[in-house]
């Protein structure tokens, strides 16, 4: 079971840095934690198409560098926790976690005995392909993996406390997106009652001692959410570094004078002679 980086960087009394990558392809992820730039990167099961035989193949080009992976499977979906822990994931965040009950679904699927249920396999990736005691990995699998309730509805937020208190969740993570749609301002991250119910995460959390995080957008909001609690930050994505950088390319050629050619002239209509 390889350590958690997100875990060593808590134990040292720092926040853990990570991104969320969308695109398919195992170069990214590689790239990403060869190059050193996070301790973490976020796999996203819950929208869009990656499967967890795709995800399995990110997880591996990861490992390349060293980095956790934090993969979050939709809604209810415990037994798909436990292929995504086996494909070695160290984190799993759960969307949508609206109770205690549930947070305690949640340790039960994706904790082995005593703390949870989770069901043994020791030939996938992170018990060493077959190579690992089993005892042995089991306990390093407790150990090593950690655990996020989303917290994204007002319902939520009046829950967050006791959703926090379950034994064997580590973090809640404040979702503003979904938050933000349904208290009735979408896409507003700034409205007061979207920082107000961030806010009230991160007391909740750290009330009952866990850890709290969330999504960053600039280096001000960065501080401002370390200042407050937050010890993990998913800092940006793919697919805005994407759009920046060729935004950026874009008006650097149309300063040479490139872009799209332009529309050929209209044929004249032909006009029958007259006499």
Request: hydrophobic share 45%.
């Amino acid at each position: 079971m390889k350590p958690s980086r997100v875990l060593a960087r808590w134990k040292e009394g720092r926040p853990a840095l990570c991104t969320l990558v969308n695109l398919p392809d195992p170069l990214l992820p590689e790239l990403i934690s060869t190059l050193g730039l996070v301790d973490c990167i976020w796999l996203d099961l819950e929208h869009g198409g990656m499967s967890v035989e795709t995800a399995s193949l990110l997880m591996r080009a990861a490992r390349q560098g060293g980095c956790d992976i934090l993969a979050r499977p939709a809604k209810g979906e415990f037994m798909r926790m436990g292929r995504l822990l086996e494909g070695g994931a160290n984190g799993i965040m759960y969307p949508r976690c609206e109770s205690a009950a549930e947070a305690r679904e949640l340790v039960r699927w994706a904790k082995f005995a005593p703390l949870g249920e989770r069901g043994f396999a020791g030939g996938n990736a992170d018990a060493g392909y077959g190579a690992s005691n089993i005892a042995d990995y089991v306990a390093a699998a407790n150990r090593e993996t950690f655990l996020a309730p989303q917290i994204e509805s007002p319902n939520a937020l009046a829950q967050a406390r006791a959703i926090a208190e379950v034994e064997g969740v580590d973090m809640l993570f404040f979702g503003p997106g979904d938050f933000s749609v349904l208290s009735g301002h979408p896409g507003q991250f700034d409205h007061p009652s979207v920082l107000d119910a961030c806010e009230e995460t991160c007391a909740a959390a750290l009330a009952a001692g866990k850890r709290f995080g969330t999504l960053s957008f600039g280096l001000d909001k960065s501080r401002r959410l370390l200042k407050m609690g937050a010890s993990f930050l998913v800092y940006s994505a793919d697919m805005i570094i994407m759009h920046a950088g060729l935004a950026q390319l874009k008006g650097e050629l149309a300063a040479l004078g490139a872009g799209l050619a332009p529309k050929a002239p209209a044929a004249a209509k032909s006009k029958r002679a007259t006499r």
